[in-house]
């Protein structure tokens, strides 16, 4: 499985920005894809996942404001970002897992500045 990011970027806070995801694998549709990010000094952390079924996972961070979505016949997953805030600056990274097995993008930065 590759993973291919876009859509990052340098915007304002209470900015919006879009980020998405194309992936290869042949078992998109039934495996759960997400978004996570790493702010530097810190671990990698969950933004959002959406499972095949659409149910999604939301950290306490960005609920209200971002929203994942899944296109399966593209083999795409979405984040859309508003409200943005400067502390949601990081590395964003897609993922998707499949057979208990992690694959990452090669993640893509976002910044927001005050």
């Known amino acids: 499985v590759q993973l291919q990011a876009s859509g990052g970027g340098l915007v304002q806070a209470g900015g919006s920005l879009r980020l998405s995801c194309a992936s290869s694998g042949v078992f998109f549709s039934i495996n759960t894809v997400g978004w996570y990010r790493q702010a530097p000094g810190k671990q990698r952390e969950l933004v959002a996942i959406i499972r095949s079924g659409g149910s999604t996972v939301y950290a306490d961070s960005v609920k209200g404001r971002f929203t994942i979505s899944r296109d399966n016949a593209k083999k795409l997953v979405t984040l859309q970002m508003s409200s943005l805030k400067p502390e949601d600056t990081a590395v964003y990274y897609c993922?998707?897992?499949?057979?208990?097995?992690?694959?990452w993008g090669q993640g893509t930065q976002v910044t927001v500045s005050s």
């Open positions: 993922n998707e897992v499949q057979l208990e097995t992690n694959y």
